[in-house]
């Protein structure tokens, strides 16, 4: 199985005056996938915005739209999430009892599931979700705000993972999540994440094309499954 290195800018950080041309600028970079964090207040203490932003810039990207649900019953948004364009939509392991259901629920709308755990969660609860998903969020960061420091639990949350993963014998890719810089992109990839999300490190850099094709490399060049 030839697994690749996927960048994923979180427009969480983008300048929102000027998201659309962010965006394309990371798209003509090279980022295959746009992490979208939608956030309600209530599962985490910030509040983003909701189906009107992957909504309005469906028309102008054509990168994977990487759909991060921060809230609770996310059942309830699955159906607006996937009109408005969601390749990939994430729900948290935290966040409600009947993830099962909702993941194969947004599988049967040709949607790529993905389950998330915060910094603090055993990995080992990713065993079960396994047959269900495409790909695993390990947070590194507590979810909420863009710009924290990594936290390097997440380091052997992604190693536990792709034991788990290689065991299963699926294809599922490990997207981490947090704090995450061209300097320290490393820890992750060597451990075996290869969708790496970024948000200041990217939308926060003056040359933002040049952010993610310096972090696209060193994130290949350190890569080990
Ligand atoms: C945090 C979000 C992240 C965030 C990452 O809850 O899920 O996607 O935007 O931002 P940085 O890369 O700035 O830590
Ligand atoms: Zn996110």
Redesign the pocket.
């Given at each position: 199985m030839e697994r690749k290195i996927k960048m994923s800018p979180?427009i969480?950080?983008a300048n929102f005056n000027n998201l659309l041309a962010d965006v394309k600028a990371t798209e003509e970079a090279g980022a295959e996938y746009l992490?979208i964090?939608v956030?309600d207040g209530i599962f985490?203490p910030n509040i983003s915005f909701g189906k009107i932003v992957p909504q309005t810039l469906r028309k102008h990207s054509n990168q994977v739209f990487d759909v991060?649900l921060?809230i609770v019953d996310p059942m309830r948004y699955i159906d607006d999430f996937a009109k408005a364009g969601a390749d990939i939509i994430t729900i948290h392991h935290e966040a409600c009892h009947d993830r099962i259901k909702v993941l194969e629920y947004i599988r049967s709308l040709g949607i790529k599931p993905c389950i998330s755990i915060k910094p603090d969660t055993n990995p080992a609860v990713l065993e079960q979700y396994l047959p269900y998903v495409d790909m695993v969020l390990i947070?590194s960061?507590q979810?909420?705000?863009?710009?924290?420091k990594f936290i390097p639990s997440a380091i052997e949350s992604c190693k536990v993972a792709r034991e788990l993963i290689k065991k299963s014998g699926r294809d599922i890719d490990i997207e981490v999540?947090?704090?995450?810089y061209t300097y320290n992109v490393n820890l992750v990839t060597e451990a075996g994440a290869n969708v790496i999300?970024?948000?200041?490190?990217i939308f926060g850099a003056e040359d933002i094309g040049g952010a993610v094709v310096e972090m696209t490399k060193r994130a290949e060049e350190t890569f080990i499954w």
């Amino acid at each position: 199985m030839e697994r690749k290195i996927k960048m994923s800018p979180s427009i969480l950080s983008a300048n929102f005056n000027n998201l659309l041309a962010d965006v394309k600028a990371t798209e003509e970079a090279g980022a295959e996938y746009l992490h979208i964090d939608v956030m309600d207040g209530i599962f985490v203490p910030n509040i983003s915005f909701g189906k009107i932003v992957p909504q309005t810039l469906r028309k102008h990207s054509n990168q994977v739209f990487d759909v991060h649900l921060m809230i609770v019953d996310p059942m309830r948004y699955i159906d607006d999430f996937a009109k408005a364009g969601a390749d990939i939509i994430t729900i948290h392991h935290e966040a409600c009892h009947d993830r099962i259901k909702v993941l194969e629920y947004i599988r049967s709308l040709g949607i790529k599931p993905c389950i998330s755990i915060k910094p603090d969660t055993n990995p080992a609860v990713l065993e079960q979700y396994l047959p269900y998903v495409d790909m695993v969020l390990i947070m590194s960061v507590q979810p909420g705000f863009g710009g924290q420091k990594f936290i390097p639990s997440a380091i052997e949350s992604c190693k536990v993972a792709r034991e788990l993963i290689k065991k299963s014998g699926r294809d599922i890719d490990i997207e981490v999540d947090g704090g995450l810089y061209t300097y320290n992109v490393n820890l992750v990839t060597e451990a075996g994440a290869n969708v790496i999300v970024a948000g200041s490190s990217i939308f926060g850099a003056e040359d933002i094309g040049g952010a993610v094709v310096e972090m696209t490399k060193r994130a290949e060049e350190t890569f080990i499954w």
